[in-house]
C-alpha cells in the first residue's frame, strides 16, 4: 500500500530583494515581458546544441571555439542580467543592446580572420588591439554584473600590474607590457581571456550544467529532497541531516555555494526551524553543507574538470581522491547536528509526515540510472569524459520516460536547453575574467614570485607556508565562486607548496578547500549570508556557525598534505582502512570537541584534550595513534563518569 505522507512545512517565500541582495544570480530582467524573450531562447538552445554538436563530432579551431562560446554567454548575460539592481526588472537600456553588439563583434571576427591573424606569428595590426579592448570591456562588465566587484577589480588590478611592471619594487619587478600588446595577448592567444579556464568552461563545464539542467527537470532535485527525508527524517534533529544530505548531493552537481543555499534552503531551513534548531544554526547548516557539495564527487561542481585540465591527469584520479576528505568533511557536520539535537532535545519529523523510501525509489528511482551511466563512463568505460555527458543527457532523457511523473516532452527538453545555458553563464563569464589574471600571471611569472614570497615569509618550513598559503586562499576567495577561486588559488598560491615538496595533486587540493571555505568564513561569506536572509539570522553570526560546522573541512586539508595516503593514492588495501578508520574517529572527536556535549556539557579542558586526541588520529604516525587512542579513552572515561553522576549514561543519550 503506497504511504501518503502529511504536508511538511511549506519552502520558505523569500522576496526577490532579500534574494537578489546575496545572490547576484538571481539579478534577471524579465525578459519574458521584453523584445529579448524569444532571441534569448533561440541564442540559449542553439549554444546547447552546439556543445552537444561539438563534443560529439569535433569542434572548430580552439581560438574560434572558445571566442564563440564566450561571445554567446556574453550576450546572454547582457540580455538577461541587469547592470544594477535598482534597474528596471522589464525593460532593456539601448547600452545593453551595444554590448550585446560588442560582445557578438569579437567572435565574428576571430572566425574570419583566423587564418590570417595564426600566420602573423605574434605581430598584430591596430584592429587586434581594438577588438582585444573591446573584449575586455564585456568581460569585465559581464563579471561585474554576474560575480560583483571583487573579480573585474581584481583583474584590473593584474592588468595595471602588466603595465607598469619596471615600477614594481624589488621581487615583483618586470619588463611591463604596453596597452597595445597586453590587449593583443588577452585577445589572440590561448593564454588570456580565451585559456584553460574557458576551454574547460566550454567543454565539460557546459555539458555537466547541461546534464544537471536536464537531470533538474526530470525531477532530480524533489528526488534528492524526498529520499533525504525518507532515510534521515525521523532522526534526532532530522531536518538539519536532511538540509545535510540533500545540499551535498545538489550541491556536487550544481557549480554555485550560493545559488544551492538557496535552491535548498528554501525548503530545508524552515523545517530546521519549525524543530526548534536556532535560525543562526539552521543557516549555518545549510551553508557548510551546499559548499561541500563542491569538494563531493563525482561532479565537485564541475572544479574537478579544471584541476585535472591543469595538472594534466585524469578526471578520475580526482574524483577518487576527493572521497575520503569530502566524507569526513559531512561525518563532521552530520555529528554536530546530531550533538546539537541531543542536548537540546530535539526530535525528528514524525513518520506519517515522511514518505517511505521504497515509494521514493518507486516513483523516482529510475533517476539514478543516468547517474550511475556517468559514473560507469567515467570510471570504466574508457570514453572520454565530453562523450560520457553528451551520452549521459540522453539516456536521461530516456530514462526519465519510464514514468509519467518524470517524463520530459519537447516543451521540457528545450526548457532544459535553454535553463543549461543559462545556468553557464555565470561560471563561463567567471572563467573568461579569471582568465585576464591568469594570462598576466602568466606574461609577469608573477604566480612564482608570490610562491617565493611565501616561502620565504615562511622561513622555508611547510607548517608556517601551509598557514600562510590558507589564508592567502581565503583572502583571494573572498566574494567568488568556486571555479575562478580555484583558478586563482591554483595560480598565485599552489606554486608555494610544491616548492616545499608537497605533491601537486595534494596541493592543489588544500588550495581549493580553503578558496571554497572563503563563501562561508566571516568577513565575507556570501553563501552564509544568504543562508542568514532565508533563515532571518544575523549573517555574521551565521558565518561563524557554519564555520564552526565546517570544522573538519578546515583540519583535513592539512591532513593530506602531511599524509597523502588519505588522499587514497598508491596505498595498501589495510593501510586505507586503518586510515580511514583513524580519521574518522579523529573527525568524530573534533566534533564533540567543537559542540562541547556528548551525553554531557563537556568542560573546557576535556574539550582540548579532545581536540589534541582527534589531531593524534589524523597524523600518519602509528604511535601518535596509539598515543591518541589512550587521550581518547581517558577523555571519553571521564565523560562517562560524569554522565553517569548525572543518570544521563545511556546509549540513547549519545
Known amino acids: 500500500m503506497s504511504h501518503t505522507p502529511q504536508p511538511l512545512a511549506e519552502a520558505e517565500v523569500v522576496d526577490q530583494e532579500t534574494l537578489e541582495k546575496y545572490d547576484r544570480e538571481s539579478r534577471t530582467r524579465k525578459v519574458e515581458t521584453t523584445f529579448l524573450k524569444w532571441p534569448v531562447t533561440i541564442v540559449a538552445v542553439a549554444l546547447s546544441v552546439y556543445h552537444v554538436w561539438t ?98 577589480a581584481l583583474a584590473v588590478l593584474f592588468i595595471v600590474y602588466d603595465y607598469y611592471g619596471r615600477s614594481m619594487p624589488g621581487l615583483f619587478r618586470h619588463r611591463g607590457y604596453d596597452f597595445d600588446t597586453i590587449l593583443n595577448f588577452m585577445l589572440t592567444t590561448t593564454e588570456g581571456v580565451y585559456s584553460t579556464a574557458v576551454g574547460v568552461s566550454s567543454t565539460y563545464i557546459f555539458l555537466f550544467i547541461l546534464f544537471g539542467a536536464f537531470l533538474q527537470k526530470s525531477g532530480m532535485g524533489q528526488f534528492f529532497n524526498d ?177 509519467k511523473t518524470t517524463r520530459m516532452g519537447l516543451g521540457d527538453i528545450i526548457d532544459a536547453l535553454r535553463d543549461g545555458a543559462v545556468t553557464a553563464v555565470s561560471v563561463a563569464v567567471a572563467c573568461a575574467c579569471v582568465g585576464i589574471i591568469v594570462g598576466v600571471a602568466t606574461q609577469t611569472g608573477f604566480g612564482v614570485k608570490l610562491a617565493n614570497a611565501i616561502v620565504t615569509i615562511g622561513g622555508g618550513f611547510l607548517l608556517p607556508t601551509l598557514i600562510m598559503t590558507a589564508l592567502a586562499c581565503i583572502i583571494l576567495g573572498m566574494g567568488l565562486p568556486s571555479i575562478p577561486a580555484y583558478i586563482i588559488t591554483a595560480t598565485m598560491a599552489a606554486p608555494a607548496l610544491t616548492q616545499l615538496g608537497v605533491e601537486p595533486l595534494a596541493a592543489h587540493m588544500f588550495v581549493f578547500y580553503f578558496g571554497l571555505f572563503a563563501n562561508i568564513t566571516p568577513p565575507v561569506a556570501l553563501a552564509a549570508f544568504a543562508a542568514a536572509g532565508l533563515s532571518g539570522g544575523d549573517p555574521m553570526r551565521t558565518g561563524f556557525a557554519a564555520m564552526k560546522l565546517a570544522l573538519a573541512g578546515y583540519v583535513v586539508p592539512f591532513v593530506f598534505v602531511y599524509n597523502p595516503v588519505l588522499l587514497m593514492q598508491d596505498v595498501q588495501v589495510l593501510e586505507a582502512i586503518q586510515v580511514i578508520v583513524t580519521a574518522t574517529v579523529g573527525v568524530l572527536l573534533l566534533a564533540v570537541a567543537a559542540e562541547g556535549f556528548l551525553m554531557v556539557a563537556v568542560p573546557w579542558v576535556l574539550r582540548i584534550a579532545l581536540v589534541v586526541g582527534s589531531v593524534l588520529f589524523l597524523t600518519p604516525d602509528g604511535l601518535l595513534d596509539l598515543i591518541g587512542i589512550g587521550v581518547l579513552v581517558l577523555s571519553l572515561g571521564a565523560i562517562a563518569l560524569m554522565a553517569k553522576k548525572r543518570n544521563e549514561l545511556s546509549w540513547r543519550n549519545i
Open 55 to 152: 563534443a560529439l563530432l569535433g569542434a572548430p579551431p580552439t581560438l574560434v571555439h572558445r571566442s564563440i562560446h564566450v561571445a554567446a554567454i556574453l550576450v546572454l548575460a547582457f540580455s538577461i542580467y541587469r547592470p544594477y539592481q535598482k534597474e528596471k526588472r522589464d525593460t532593456v537600456p539601448w547600452f545593453d543592446y551595444i554590448l550585446i553588439a560588442a560582445s557578438a563583434s569579437v567572435a565574428i571576427y576571430l572566425a574570419t580572420n583566423y587564418e590570417t591573424i595564426a600566420t602573423r606569428g605574434g605581430r598584430f595590426e591596430m584592429i587586434d588591439v581594438v577588438m582585444g579592448g573591446v573584449l575586455l570591456f564585456v568581460v569585465l562588465e559581464g563579471a561585474r554584473r554576474l560575480t560583483g566587484w571583487i573579480l573585474p
Open 227 to 403: 529520499i533525504a527525508l525518507a532515510l534521515a527524517g525521523q532522526t534526532r534533529g532530522g531536518p538539519a541531516k536532511v538540509a545535510v544530505i540533500a545540499s551535498g548531493f545538489l550541491g556536487s552537481i550544481n557549480g554555485s555555494a550560493i545559488a544551492n543555499v538557496v535552491t535548498t534552503g528554501a525548503f530545508t531551513i524552515p523545517l530546521m526551524k519549525k524543530i526548534g534548531y536556532k535560525p543562526n544554526f539552521a543557516g549555518g547548516v545549510e551553508a557548510s553543507a551546499s559548499v561541500g557539495g563542491q569538494i563531493l564527487p563525482p561532479i565537485m561542481g564541475a572544479a574537478a574538470f579544471i584541476m585535472a585540465e591543469t595538472l594534466g591527469i585524469p578526471y578520475r584520479t580526482i574524483a577518487l581522491v576527493a572521497i575520503v576528505p569530502a566524507l569526513l568533511y559531512y561525518i563532521g557536520i552530520i555529528m554536530q547536528v546530531h550533538l546539537r539535537a541531543t542536548r537540546l532535545g530535539l526530535k525528528g519529523i514524525s513518520r506519517e509526515n515522511l514518505p517511505l523510501v521504497m515509494d521514493v525509489l518507486k516513483e523516482r528511482g529510475h533517476l539514478l540510472i543516468p547517474l550511475a551511466y556517468l559514473l560507469y563512463m567515467l570510471f570504466f568505460s574508457g570514453f572520454t569524459i565530453l562523450f560520457a555527458a553528451v551520452t549521459t543527457i540522453f539516456v536521461t532523457v530516456i530514462v526519465a520516460m519510464i514514468r
